[in-house]
């Protein structure tokens, strides 16, 4: 049974930083594209970065540009979100995703429908 299991999170001050990790178990993350959300309580679940399956394309939305970082490690069947310059309004449960539709090599993905497969998330809280 494949899973993806989300680790890295947890308490930081404002301005801080935190490497979040997605493995998976039971199959290999590099054939599919990936992606990174975040939900705070009592609101829906936003995207927040995408990567292709290459790792040559990627995309961010705009409240965590120029401060996060996706990456991925096919070697460790690894995904990393880097999250810099951390603030109170990052507080969060963040989720990795893969989307297991068909896909090219560069290809990025926003939306929570086009994901197939979902982390237990992974609680990040900073506080100001």
């Known amino acids: 049974q494949v899973q993806l299991v989300e680790s890295g999170g947890g308490l930081v001050q404002a301005g801080g930083s935190l490497r979040l990790s997605c493995t998976a178990s039971?199959?290999?993350?590099?054939?599919?594209?990936m992606g990174w959300f975040r939900q705070a309580p009592g609101k829906e679940r936003d995207f927040v970065a995408g990567i292709s399956r290459s790792g040559t394309s990627k995309t961010y939305a705009d409240s965590v540009k120029g401060r996060f970082t996706i990456s991925r490690d096919g070697a460790k069947n690894t995904v990393y979100l880097q999250m810099n310059s951390l603030k109170s309004e990052d507080t969060a449960v963040y989720y990795c995703?893969?989307?297991?539709?068909?896909?090219?090599?560069?290809?990025?993905?926003?939306?929570?429908?086009?994901?197939?497969?979902w982390g237990q998330g992974t609680q990040v809280t900073v506080s100001s």
């Open positions: 039971g199959r290999t993350l590099s054939s599919y594209a």
């Open positions: 995703a893969a989307h297991f539709g068909p896909t090219d090599y560069y290809s990025t993905y926003a939306r929570s429908r086009e994901y197939d497969l």
